[in-house]
């Protein structure tokens, strides 16, 4: 597997929540604890969002939060705001490819 | 502030070759495993090789095994990445990144440095 499979994008109108997908496999996503979500806005480099399926790192929004069940990990952005307009990835250790990123989600604000 | 700092992109020609160095600052350097990710125009980003602390175990993407070589010197904060052989698909912005101590995420992230590869 090269990457994990992310919907290419989602939108959302201010105030409400959208949540993103991130499906893998029993050797990646869902064999392990470490999966993680980085945001990145244009010509930025990525920002680490969310690590280990569900942590927020200091000083980033609890609107962010993230779960996994089985293969499929996902990020759950409440309250959207114009800020958070952005690619977001997300990205898991992998027992076969040691390290993998997701296709990418592009996210609008309406 | 935690800082790293890419540099050592341009333009290359196709079969060339390239060293990148990324120099950090304000954290023990020996201390963390790093990494090298990448993003082609437009595209998404690409996980390219890791390495632990002293160097002893790295890891390459199966795209770049045998043509990249990543490496690191602790004494003087940097980590390097050689790239030979390059191609056109090798086009990219080249970005270094920390390893959270224990942990696979990364916390820590240069701004870049854009590689292309062009006759």
């Known amino acids: 597997q090269s990457a994990l499979t992310q919907p290419a994008s989602v939108s959302g109108s201010p105030g409400q929540s959208i949540t993103i997908s991130c499906t893998g496999t029993?050797?990646?996503?869902?064999?392990?604890?470490?999966v993680s979500w980085y945001q990145q806005h244009p010509g930025k480099a990525p920002k680490l969002m969310i690590y280990d399926v569900s942590n927020r790192p200091s000083g980033v929004s609890d609107r962010f939060s993230g779960s996994k069940s089985g293969n499929t990990a996902s990020l759950t952005i409440s309250g959207l705001q114009a800020e958070d307009e952005a690619d977001y990835y997300c990205?898991?250790?992998?027992?076969?490819?040691?390290?993998?990123f997701g296709t990418g989600t592009k996210v609008t604000v309406l | 502030e935690v800082q790293l700092v890419e540099s050592g992109g341009g333009l290359v020609q196709p079969g060339g070759s390239l060293r990148l160095s990324c120099v950090v600052s304000?954290?023990?350097?020996?201390?963390?495993?790093m990494h090298w990710v990448r993003q082609a125009p437009g595209k998404g980003l690409v996980w390219v090789s890791r390495i632990n602390t002293d160097g002893s175990s790295i890891a390459y993407a199966d795209s770049v095994k045998g043509r990249f070589t990543m490496s690191r010197d602790n004494a003087k904060n940097t980590l390097y990445l050689q790239m030979n052989s390059l191609t056109a698909e090798d086009t990219a912005v080249y970005y270094c990144?920390?390893?959270?101590?224990?942990?696979?995420?990364?916390?820590?992230w240069g701004q870049g440095t854009l590689v292309t590869v062009s006759s």
């Open positions: 029993s050797s990646d996503v869902g064999g392990h604890n470490y």
């Open positions: 990205y898991s250790y992998s027992s076969i490819s040691t390290r993998l």
């Open positions: 304000e954290f023990t350097f020996s201390s963390y495993w």
């Open positions: 990144a920390r390893s959270a101590s224990g942990g696979i995420y990364l916390d820590y």
